[in-house]
């Protein structure tokens, strides 16, 4: 996005800052140094603060007024009115786009400082489908809405200093020049914090002296991919990293990145058996490389009480913990793990053939239920907790030989059918097969009706068989089924095509 900046301009007898920013990302630090600024500056200054709903689900709104020293108080208000800011600060792009609907920001009067990086809403994760809001549109608003914009990816800017977004929004705070304040003075207040002061200054002084063309390589330069282990495994792995290159050159990524994921979740005898499905699609059409390596990855890397075990017990997971909620070395912290598992997930993590016996007989399976179909808390923090998980996720060894790995194969098994008898005659309808298992995600309930989604749409395969125009109602059928979680979009594209018969 272009910065614009603006030069100093005189300042009003009551100067009006508010800044959103949800928990976590050091709102109350940012105000509490702007408020600093402002007394160290000569400034009588009034914070207060309005809480969101909660954490992750509605920003706080920190207001700060600051006018001039003189002999008479001002008297400042309590929360900001809409068309009444010189300075909007917004910690995340959706809640810049949020001001600027409410009328906090206005095209005469406001500076709006703010991080283009994106959290997703709680209304764009409960979409089925990818329920993202186009970050480039709220862009050209809230360009179009603010007298100056100063917006860039501050939070990579803090990430890569070790620090906290609030110093980089400092940072862009100064570099709008909205305040009548010198740089050195917005970093004597950083400094008089006392604490992480060397990590806030330069991602401060990184937001000062950004320029626009670091955008490019902040978006262009891959995190490259380590991998280690003992050294057997390394050349197994080194050996199926190889078989990659026999692939199209524009599919390698994919398969590359698909590898790597079915290999984490299981082992190298799983990574073979990945690129094997991989290759016979490839073999029948190149065209379908791509789409094989991402689709069948993701169907081979199912969700189940296994991976969910093995997952929460990673030494990264405790690390990315305390790195989120900026815990600092040595300070004590408790995990506890939420779980509600059904009678279904528990069959699916016995041995297949005790699995299904359980599951064919009703008794069994009513008093199994009602035996685990309760939510657990369960304290990781401690060796109890942790061990118990721990356990479960040595079963990973086993996971071939447990009823939902059968249930998942069999799926997999008729997906890859469907495709291959569609890649004879119609390339494209096969990729739009291949793209259905969108629809299979997560577990419990949200895994049954992504299953039963799937089941519809491809029974439309028998009436679309021999169309033109069958992969492009695959399509629609498939973006009909994402679009609610009920399915009532599905049901009324379903009669359409039925009518063809």
Partial sequence: MTILMPTVGGASEILKLAVLAVGGQGGGVLTNWIADLAARGGYAVQMTSVAGVAQRTGATIYYVEMAPKTDRLPVFGLSPSPGDLDVLIAAELMEAGRAVMRGFVTPDRTTLIASNHRILAISEKEVPGDGRAKGTLVEEEITKAALRCVCFDMETLAVDAGSMISASLFGGLARSGALPFEV???????????????????AFRAALNYETSDAIE??????KQTVSGPQKLMTGWTELCAQVAVFPSEARPMVQAGLAKVVD????????????HVSKLTNIHAGLAENAAKYIANAMCYDDILRVAD??????????????????????????????PRAQEVCGTLPAGLGAWIEARPKAFSRLDRMTNRGRRIRTDGIFGFGILWVVSTLKSRRRSL????????HLDA???????AAQTNVSLA?????????????SDTHVRGHSKFAKVISALSVLSGRDDAAEWIRRLRQAALEDEKGEALEGALKTVRSFA
């Avoid at 299981?266 to 094997?276: A, C, M, N, P, V």
């Avoid at 989120?324 to 004590?332: K, L, N």
């Avoid at 793209?435 to 995600?441: A, D, E, N, T, V």
């Fill in 184 to 202: 050195a003075q917005f970093e004597e207040v950083i400094m008089a914090s006392g604490r992480g002061v060397e990590q806030s200054l330069a």
């Fill in 403 to 410: 009823l939902r790995h059968h249930y998942e194969t069999l």
């Fill in 265 to 276: 979740y299981q082992d190298l005898e799983y990574g073979k058996t990945y690129l094997s």
């Fill in 218 to 223: 902040l978006v262009a330069t891959p995190k």
């Fill in 415 to 421: 997906l890859l059918e469907h495709v291959k008898h």
């Fill in 311 to 340: 997952l929460k017990t990673r030494a990264s997971r405790q690390t990315r913990l305390r790195a989120e909620q900026d815990i600092p070395e040595g300070e004590i912290v408790q995990v506890t793990e939420y779980f509600h």
């Fill in 431 to 443: 990729v739009e097969i291949l793209k259905c298992q969108r629809l299979i995600k997560g577990y």
